[in-house]
């Protein structure tokens, strides 16, 4: 049975809002911190380990408390439970737990009913007080995916369901809130933040709807402070980790195996502050003991906003490598500068804006993104550590071994081998064009090189026409034959070894295999113009416009441009593409999500020569 709500027992927490689609869903990592509720109320042990919560001894309530912790931010909440009864609201209609979690502290928590799960939609009054009902100590921690840049979104959420739980608070006589903020409430996107103090005042604009709506609520948290004996404050952890996570692990070993994670992108000297999931926990653990205590202290917390960090600041971009060499990835070492990657940004951005509705997936570039990903952003946590008592209790080194060791399914040497030749090899027919354009054989590749170079010197050069420098090739080749055939087996000291006969000759073989090339090539471009034909292989349409507009493009240059510009080109570009596939498909993947654009469906709604459905 859960518990009943009793005011002096009870405890309610609120968790993550997160958006798909068009509908909410909970966060998968939101759970961390139930974990640690659970676990700092079993029993004494977890005290003794650092986590120093001790409620006061004076209190009816010492035993249990009810705590609302309301709709969080991520998964922080698996370890704030044990002496105390839990209420989690979250907009999911029931709990998920992986197997490890059913038989961990959270698990054991609903079994025993000390944990009570209740389904909430932050933006609805009536849901927000029924949960909040009997309520102690609200943990607000509930905001929306901060990747959507969606402002009506964010406030719906940030705004209006802070001013809801504020509302519940003050009318249900609850005692204490403490509400997740972030630390994007002070960053403008263009100003890096070094060893940042509460002090720094909202910027004027921020870097995107979800740091504007954060910092608009955590404002309403902080004004709040006192109204019907509410006392209140705002922690703001900073670049969240650790297991359990399912944002920034998974990504960064999706983007390790797409070949996305060898480019830096700046200079790669800018400084973060990380923080490890258990030290967030104990930072709500310390802001809701801070609160609670007697006298002068929970006047000096309460009404403030805090930073929370692993007080370790380190390159944004050495933490990345630490996750990734730790996982057997290669570190980031090629560095693209952010002004570069700004522009193709904005032009991803205005592409989504427009193609969303038809289903277009959320980039991951995007120019807030790489202001996020070249700036510095660290802060002290002086006043935290001054007002609540906190200081980390997980080091940052100890914190990175414990993620990766939990990410042991998601190492380097589990990820298949590639299998069959590379795309380019195939495109080039995957014989002996390839292995000269791709350097299989250098040999091969040297001569073709020095054939063409003295090909341009005589005849490009000079600038012969095409007929004639046909022409002289012929000649300049048949007196190189004649000559050549006239020279004895040994001439000054060397053997001369003569071009047999068969040379000049197609064996049967040769010939039936160029003819099955010819009509195979033919077959597949009539094949081709019978889906053009058809009017409903768009895709294959504009693979033709742009193939004839490319030689249409090579065919108006002269011969001597054709050979500066399109020759080493194409020595080149296969190199590349063959050696760095996966990295130059995920990079045309990142900039223009091709997989959405080429849906059938997206594609019908733009078809000008059919009529759309009804439905349409």
């Known amino acids: 049975m859960p518990p009943k709500h009793n005011k002096d027992n009870s405890c309610v927490v609120v968790s993550t809002f997160d958006n798909c689609t068009t509908c909410f869903q909970s966060c998968t990592l939101r759970w961390k911190l139930y974990s640690i509720v659970v676990q700092i109320g079993s029993t004494n042990n977890h005290i003794s380990a650092g986590l120093s919560f001790r409620p006061p001894c004076d209190s009816p309530a010492a035993k249990y408390r009810r705590i609302s912790e309301l709709k969080g931010q991520i998964y922080i909440k698996k370890w704030l439970f044990l002496k105390r009864d839990v209420r989690i609201a979250d907009l999911g209609p029931d709990i998920k737990l992986e197997t490890h979690e059913e038989r961990g ?36 921690m509930a905001a929306p995916d901060s990747s959507i840049n969606n402002y009506q979104l964010h406030h719906s959420v940030n705004v209006q369901g802070t001013k809801n739980i504020i509302d519940a608070c003050t009318k249900l006589n609850v005692k204490r809130l403490i509400y997740t903020s972030s630390p994007s409430v002070v960053f403008d996107g263009i100003h890096g933040i070094h060893n940042g103090e509460e002090s720094l005042p909202y910027p004027s604009k921020h870097n995107d709807s979800y740091s504007e709506t954060k910092a608009e609520g955590e404002a309403l948290v902080i004004k709040a402070n006192g109204v019907n004996g509410l006392l209140t404050c705002c922690i703001r952890p900073s670049s969240i980790f650790g297991p359990g996570d399912k944002l920034l692990v998974p990504s960064l070993v999706a983007a390790a195996r797409a070949g996305k994670s060898k480019f830096i992108i700046g200079d790669g000297t800018n400084m973060y502050d990380f923080t490890y999931v258990e030290n967030v926990a104990h930072a709500h653990v310390c802001a809701e003991r801070a609160l609670a205590s007697d006298g002068s202290a929970s006047k000096r917390a309460a009404g403030e906003a805090y930073f929370i960090t692993n007080m370790e600041p380190i390159k944004f971009w050495e933490f990345m490598s630490l996750i990734l060499v730790g996982l057997g990835y290669e570190r ?6 952010a002004s570069v990657m700004m522009p193709i940004a904005k032009v991803v951005e205005r592409t989504y804006n ?25 802060f002290s946590s002086a006043k935290a550590n001054d007002r609540l008592g906190y200081v980390p209790i997980i080091p940052l080194q100890e914190g990175l071994k414990r993620t990766i060791e939990s990410y042991s399914d998601l190492r380097a040497e589990l990820l298949p081998g590639k299998e069959g030749p590379s795309k380019a090899a195939v495109f080039l027919g995957n014989g002996m064009v390839a292995d000269v354009l791709l350097w299989r054989e250098k040999k091969m590749t040297y001569t073709a090189m020095v054939g063409l170079f003295v090909f341009y010197l005589s005849f490009v050069l000079p600038g012969s026409t095409m007929m004639t420098a046909i022409c002289k090739v012929l000649m300049w080749g048949s007196i190189f034959l004649f000559l050549h055939r006239k020279l004895p087996q040994r001439f000054m000291g060397y053997s001369i070894e003569k071009i047999p006969e068969s040379k000049f000759q197609f064996s049967e073989d040769m010939t039936r295999r160029t003819a099955l090339s010819l009509v195979s090539t033919w077959n597949y471009a009539v094949n081709n113009l019978k889906s053009i034909s058809s009017g409903n292989d768009w895709m294959l349409f504009f693979k033709m416009a742009l193939s004839l507009f490319m030689i249409s493009w090579m065919g108006s240059m002269s011969l001597q441009s054709f050979f500066v510009k399109v020759v080493p080109f194409v020595f080149v570009v296969f190199y590349i593409y063959d050696r760095y596939e996966d990295e130059v498909d995920s990079i045309v993947r990142t900039i223009f999500p091709v997989e959405r654009l080429s849906n059938p469906e997206f594609l019908r709604l733009l078809n000008p020569f059919k009529p759309l459905d009804k439905h349409d």
């Open 332 to 337: 980031p070492r090629i560095k693209i500068p």
């Open 105 to 140: 502290n959270l698990g054991q928590a609903l079994r025993l009913g000390r944990a009570q799960y209740v389904s909430m939609d932050l933006r609805d009054k009536s849901q927000v007080y029924k949960a909040c009902e009997g309520a102690e100590v609200v943990f607000h």
């Open 354 to 378: 427009i193609f969303a509705p038809f289903g277009m997936k959320v980039p991951q570039l995007t120019p807030s993104r790489i202001r996020l990903l070249t700036c510095n952003r660290t």
